[in-house]
């Protein structure tokens, strides 16, 4: 199978907060991050549809990563996963 993806991902487990004026902020923990996207596990049945622009805040345990949220678009879904792909600057981790 061929490999698509443009950036390495690595392994990780930060608090991810998905604000959308239309379901409020959706929580979950992602499972690996890229310079192009994060992998999400989220704790509600609660999904946004594929398309769905959000505003992410990434948090570790010593407090935020991005102070402001940035956007990042809902790329796909599967189960109580999401992919996320970042639409503007991306976050340094």
Not at 75 to 87: A, D, E, P, S, V
Request: charged content about 25%; glycine content about 10%; hydrophobic content about 40%.
């Amino acid at each position: 199978m061929d490999e698509r993806r443009r950036f390495d991902r690595r392994p990780t487990s930060i608090r991810v907060e998905m604000t959308h004026a239309a379901f409020g902020t959706i929580v979950g923990y992602s499972r690996d991050i890229s310079d192009g996207g994060a992998s999400v596990l989220l704790e509600t049945e609660v999904k946004p549809p594929v398309g769905t622009v959000v505003n992410v805040i990434f948090r570790k345990v010593a407090g935020v990563v991005n102070e402001q949220p940035v956007p990042m678009t809902v790329r796909h879904q599967n189960k109580n996963i999401i992919g996320l792909m970042f639409t503007g600057a991306g976050v340094q981790f």
